[in-house]
């Protein structure tokens, strides 16, 4: 199992451990990029060590070259000086040098490519890590919309349920009935307390306010000339009813005729 296999691993534990205490969901989440990141510092560290042998690789393969070259300058400086053993012997080396050179041109050409996958994966694991990381925020949003709804409805849940308005109801109902009573009792003592005498000449004088109201009126016809001067109260509204009587009569006649 390589470390990226150990990251999903560790990755689907801790979804499944978020799963499992969804009451701390911030708390779970931030411990879940903690890890990641911690596993992240690991795999750049293993993808380093890969980097390095790759690196060695190379410098073994372009070193097997240059001997290899070396070898076949020697095998011509003894071929000028008419040295055939020596030139054959130089070139044998350099024949080591140069298969010592390709097996190692091989494997650090797979190496290279596994090296490069590690890179891309890496990669990706990183812009993994800071997407999660930006969705967290997001993801703590709408969990607290959820326990801000969730309390909503618990709560309407027992308004309706513990007979909250009704309750209302019955204090409302309580209130207008003492609201009635202290009427009543404000009745009582206006009536059967007190001065009864002085009492009802206050309900006199409140009666002489409509008196008061036909003196204006008689005035105010005076001065339009409607009534003379020196009508009194009581002519007037005598004149009053009886002009009221005449504007009916005639009504009274047209019917009359009508009907002959």
Do not use: C, Y
């Not at 150990?6 to 990029?33: C, D, G, H, T, Y």
């Not at 410098?59 to 053993?85: H, I, N, P, V």
Request: glycine share 4%.
């Amino acid at each position: 199992m390589n470390i990226f296999d150990r990251i999903a691993m560790l990755f689907r534990s801790n979804v499944n451990a978020v799963i499992s205490e969804f009451e701390q969901p911030e708390k779970m989440l931030n411990q879940i990029i903690l890890d990641m990141r911690s596993q992240l510092v690991k795999a750049k560290q293993q993808v380093a060590g890969a980097i390095a042998d790759e690196t060695r690789l190379q410098d073994q393969t372009r070193q097997e070259m240059r001997e290899a070259e070396d070898w076949e300058w020697r095998a011509m400086l003894a071929e000028q000086q008419s040295q055939d053993e020596l030139a054959k012997q130089a070139l044998m080396r350099r024949s080591e040098h140069m298969s010592r050179a390709d097996q190692l041109n091989l494997t650090w050409q797979a190496h290279k490519q596994e090296t490069d996958r590690l890179k891309d994966s890496l990669r990706t694991l990183n812009d993994n890590i800071e997407e999660a990381n930006r969705k967290k925020n997001l993801l703590l949003a709408k969990q607290r919309r959820a326990d801000a709804q969730k309390r909503i409805n618990e709560t309407m849940s027992h308004i309706s349920e513990k007979s909250a308005f009704e309750a209302f109801a019955r204090m409302e109902e309580k209130i207008e009935a003492n609201e009635r009573k202290v009427r009543a009792n404000a009745e009582i003592d206006e009536e059967f307390s007190g001065d009864k005498l002085a009492n009802d000449f206050k309900r006199l004088e409140a009666a002489g306010g409509n008196a008061s109201a036909d003196i204006l009126l008689i005035q105010l016809k005076q001065k339009m000339g409607v009534l003379p001067a020196g009508t009194t109260a009581s002519k007037a509204l005598g004149a009053g009813a009886a002009a009221q009587e005449r504007e009916e009569e005639p009504v009274d006649v047209e019917i009359h005729e009508e009907n002959k």
